[in-house]
């Protein structure tokens, strides 16, 4: 899978990171006025992540990482639409992050929503609608349907980001980028890669 070693650096960095926060060992690093005054001149984050709106859920504070390191896109059920592509050509082609990770987490409510149907509103139709073939596909799956989806729909917007024309899926062809998947669990705090 990954085979750079700034690309593995960068995941190990994570995995450390989670370690520390479910452990709560948590060393909350780059958090300073020092780092501030760096990062107004510019940013240089390590990995991308495309997680969920939940409140529960901050990428910083379960990888324990600080300013700039970490390029956070969230919207609700960690989907991705045209706007979210964009911002992650934007953090890998132009600032320079290699790894992306699609953070799906237990007891998603977009997910649990699009499991459970139902009628919606307004503009959660078309989050429900993203989400719909990661509950599909693990209709077919044994186990609970609810994280079985959640974990199905990290994998597949990992797809949907690897196979995204022109530029991320070159990216991803030429070794330049790694997406990966991962599960993050609210009760424990700590973070699977699928």
């Known amino acids: ?5 700034k690309i593995e650096q960068a995941l190990q960095k994570l995995v450390e990171g989670n370690k520390r926060y479910f452990s709560s060992k948590q060393s909350h690093p780059n958090q ?9 001149k510019g940013q240089k984050p390590f990995a991308v992540i495309v997680g ?12 324990d990482q600080g300013l700039g390191d ?11 639409d045209d706007v979210a592509l964009g911002s992650i050509e934007y953090a890998v082609g132009h600032l320079g992050s290699q790894l992306v990770v699609v953070l799906g987490h ?4 977009a997910v649990t929503a699009t499991v459970q149907g139902g009628e919606v509103h307004g503009h959660i139709g078309s989050i429900v609608k993203a989400i ?15 994280d079985n989806s959640i974990k ?3 994998l597949l917007v990992a797809d949907q980001i690897k196979s995204s024309q022109p530029i991320l899926s070159e990216m991803v062809r030429n070794g330049k980028i ?9 009760d424990s705090g700590e973070v699977t890669i699928l």
């Not at 237990?106 to 409510?109: A, I, Y």
């Not at 719909?132 to 609810?146: I, Q, S």
């Not at 790694?178 to 609210?186: M, N, Q």
Request: proline content about 4%; some cysteine; overall charge negative.
């Open 132 to 146: 719909m073939p990661a509950v599909e596909r693990a209709k077919a799956e044994t186990g609970d349907l609810t």
């Open 70 to 80: 970490l390029f956070v896109i969230r919207v609700a059920g960690n989907i991705v």
């Open 1 to 5: 899978m990954i085979n750079d070693s």
């Open 52 to 63: 969920c709106s939940d409140s529960r859920i901050p990428p910083e504070i379960i990888f």
């Open 32 to 40: 300073d006025m020092e780092r501030r005054k760096e990062v107004s």
């Open 106 to 109: 237990s007891k998603c409510g």
């Open 152 to 154: 199905a729909n990290a």
């Open 178 to 186: 790694e997406v990966v998947s991962a599960y993050y669990d609210i």
